[in-house]
């Protein structure tokens, strides 16, 4: 169409395109706006013929094309079914089974052509046969064949979805399909007022974390939900907060931590004047032995001592020492809290490292080790790690420098190799593991953020190159321990660390000898494993009377790599929508504006991409109250379709984006 005033024939309409054929006889299409002329020709002028796209040479031709691909498709879901039996949700498995097909089988060209004339199956996958019947009738191409797909219709999709996500998450808001889930604190036990408006603005579902805490401590945080439900029963309604319980599953966690390196900081509190305000009480030790458990809450950190010719202290004593800057401080021992362990004083800030003396009277002890309570050590690019499997390994370690450490699942090194990466505190230190030895692994750190970071006692340890699941299911010990507790407590149970739909069996099994179940069960995907096998755990789910799936970005970031997040990310949320699964998007959501009480740019993006999730995850900070108020309202303004896409002005009124022909004047 390169004449200055080509002519071409109007073959149908479609979707305000005008589909055309010229000399060549090539099919194309045509935005339908400012075309002129009457009858069956039309003149185009060549300024728009720019925007003129190919299509396939006739209509009958993509008719044939994609009916073959329908034909494929449907013997191949046909073949899968008898794979797949299922007692119910027939639908939802060829659905799923459909749009797996789809994805690794349809031709780059045919979707192409598909979309260059309006039709995109990308989104469509809760319908997708029924999708895909729509356009070949439209395209007036029969397709014969024995198969027995079970196909829907978007509304039939739309409801049974609805229904699901409420058999799972409880009623939605009238205001908002999407709920909010927010992971408690223990400190919240202790204030009320918090939890009163977290539901008052908008807090649909409570999360407790079984990794962290005690029984006593969940069901102290259940009691004080339930207690301000009933204080504000007018206001919500009758509205009831449904309680999440993750098991903690096989998580990799630092548990004894001591630095051979110094020297650390004791830091005692100032006021304004530099005078030392709250002296800092910490504890020394004459045993290698761990101290006694538990601790006195109020001690900050402890020594280990050795003492020159059998020499001890005793309640009142004072030990003098010099720091490594020269300073002269002392210690004051205030009460014996075991055989060989003492409670002590220390009333200004010190730098103390190994080897330091300490003095009392004519006896000298010498200082071994210092460890923060809880334990703590700073790490920057080029640390040394070095992670003993048992603690008889940890306490004769003789290293010169570096972190020392324990972890709580020593089986799960069994797999690691050298070159193996290593990440602590949710990837914020990444690591490498240099040699492997008969009772520990050495590593170093490899990248820190441009800032030296701590390592704590239950710091998160993540090895994605190890094979992990080889090694370790993902229901513990613990977990086992903890099941009967969920099923009495808990509204909904996550099973971390999935990996495979066995784990999903037994994890039912085991709530069915407790009498639950029925309990709605969420598979936590943060695994490469359950990526591997993501279908079969949905099929798997789709046995369960309620059944959901948790993106847990965090994890999973590190397991498979940030640079393929996204598109994870985007093949869960699509294949959860072809079987009418129910998600919960999660990890990081309105972090900032949790932490620190403002939220960034890309925190708001984040929020409406997870809105195609089904329930949104918040995590704790100061800030918490404000984020769900700030999630709830992006969530209902979202919601309200019917209003013209607008923005405020700032004197209130509403400025209409689409009004593209106001006058300047």
Request: net charge positive.
């Amino acid at each position: 169409m390169r004449d200055e005033n080509c002519r071409a024939k109007i073959i149908y309409r479609k979707n305000g395109f005008l589909f055309l054929s010229h000399s060549t006889g090539e099919w194309r299409r045509f935005f339908s706006v400012l075309i002129w002329g009457g009858g069956e020709y039309i003149k185009v002028k060549p300024h728009f013929s720019q925007g003129l796209v190919p299509l396939m040479h006739d209509k009958r031709d993509l008719g044939a094309r994609l009916a073959a691909f329908y034909r494929g498709m449907a013997e191949w879901v046909g073949q899968k079914q008898k794979y797949f039996p299922l007692p119910s949700h027939e639908e939802s498995r060829d659905q799923l089974l459909a749009c797996l097909y789809m994805r690794e089988h349809m031709p780059s060209d045919l979707r192409e052509a598909m979309e260059d004339a309006g039709w995109r199956l990308e989104g469509q996958e809760a319908h997708l046969i029924d999708a895909i019947e729509q356009v070949l009738a439209y395209l007036r191409t029969r397709v014969d064949g024995g198969w027995e797909l079970r196909k829907m219709t978007r509304k039939e999709a739309k409801q049974l979805l609805h229904k699901r996500a409420e058999a799972v998450f409880g009623s939605p808001s009238s205001v908002r399909p999407t709920r909010i889930m927010v992971t408690m604190d223990e400190a919240w036990v202790d204030e009320p007022g918090l939890i009163e408006r977290l539901l008052l603005y908008g807090m649909d579902i409570a999360r407790i974390n079984c990794a962290y805490g005690s029984p006593e401590t969940w069901e102290a945080l259940v009691a004080i939900i339930r207690q301000a439900e009933k204080q504000l029963e007018q206001q919500l309604q009758g509205r009831r907060c449904r309680i999440y319980m993750d098991l903690p599953g096989p998580k990799i966690r630092v548990d004894r931590l001591a630095v051979n390196a110094g020297p650390m900081k004791l830091s005692v509190k100032k006021n304004l004047y530099g005078e030392p305000m709250e002296p800092l009480f910490g504890l020394i030790s004459f045993s290698s032995s761990p101290p006694p458990s538990p601790l006195p809450r109020d001690v900050s950190f402890l020594w280990q001592l050795t003492a020159e010719d059998g020499a001890t202290v005793e309640e009142g004593d004072e030990l003098l020492f010099t720091d490594v800057r020269g300073k002269k401080r002392k210690l004051r021992v205030t009460e014996q809290i075991a055989p060989s362990c003492f409670k002590v004083l220390l009333s200004r800030t010190a730098y103390v490292q190994k080897g330091m003396k300490l003095r009392r009277g004519s006896a000298s002890f010498t200082l071994c080790s210092v460890l923060f309570i809880p334990m703590k050590a700073f790490v920057t690019v080029g640390t040394p790690l070095y992670i003993y499997f048992d603690d008889a390994a940890f306490a004769q370690a003789q290293n010169g420098c570096g972190v020392k450490m324990t972890t709580t699942l020593a089986k799960a090194w069994r797999n690691v190799r050298a070159g193996d990466r290593l990440y602590l505190n949710d990837g914020q230190i990444a690591a490498r593991v240099v040699k492997v030895h008969e009772r520990h692994v050495e590593a170093k750190v490899v990248a820190d953020g441009g800032k030296r970071k701590a390592i704590k006692q239950g710091t998160g340890i993540h090895l994605p190159d190890s094979f992990l699941h080889l090694t370790v299911p993902p229901l513990t010990d613990r977990d086992l321990e903890w099941i009967p507790f969920i099923a009495r407590w808990a509204d909904i149970v996550g099973l971390s660390f999935v990996q495979a739909p066995h784990d999903l069996r037994k994890l039912y099994h085991l709530l069915a000898e407790q009498g639950a179940g029925s309990l709605p069960v969420i598979a936590k995907i943060e695994t490469r494993a359950a990526l591997h096998n993501f279908v079969r755990i949905l099929l798997e789910g789709l046995k369960f009377p309620a059944f959901g799936v948790m993106i847990a970005r965090g994890d999973l970031a590190l397991e498979i790599g940030f640079e393929h997040l996204a598109a994870a990310q985007n093949d869960v949320l699509a294949l959860c929508r072809a079987a009418h699964t129910p998600v919960i998007w999660a990890t990081q959501v309105l972090e900032q504006m949790a932490k620190k009480g403002i939220p960034s740019r890309a925190e708001i993006s984040d929020v409406f991409l997870g809105k195609q999730a089904q329930c949104i995850m918040l995590n704790k900070g100061r800030h918490i109250a404000e984020a769900v108020r700030l999630l709830s309202s992006l969530l209902e303004k979202e919601e309200r379709q019917s209003e013209p896409l607008a923005m405020p002005k700032t004197d209130g009124e509403r400025m209409n984006l689409l009004n593209l022909w106001e006058d300047e004047g």
